[in-house]
């Protein structure tokens, strides 16, 4: 990644949490799309929903070779994606959670 300009630890973790900040102003899910489109390059947004893709496989206990098979999403990026899921910082599984309540009721 291209560093623009030295930022002190500081202004990044403020630099972050304004961009959280803007995302959770977006209403429905046209504007997240329309936002994430704007902020993403298309293969950053393809890498994005591979990966959210790889969660739902992953809850459903299927092989990382089936999901491979699946998606066509590296066995890399689904290790990773596993690692994250059991011991990262819990946003996967909560987002999961959630949308599987969302659809469920």
């Known amino acids: 990644m291209k560093i623009h300009r030295p930022l002190s630890p500081r202004q990044e973790a403020l630099a972050e949490k304004a961009l959280y900040q803007g995302i959770l102003t977006l209403q429905n899910a046209d504007e997240c799309r ?58 996967y599984a909560l987002a999961a959670h959630r949308t599987h309540e969302v659809k469920n009721g």
Do not use: M
């Open 34 to 91: 329309a936002f994430f489109r704007d902020l993403c390059t298309p293969a950053e947004l393809q890498a994005l929903a591979d990966r959210w893709a790889v969660v739902d496989l992953l809850r459903q206990d299927l092989p990382y070779r089936e999901i491979h098979r699946l998606t066509g999403v590296s066995v890399t990026t689904i290790g990773r994606v596993a690692r994250c899921l059991l011991a990262g910082h819990g946003g």
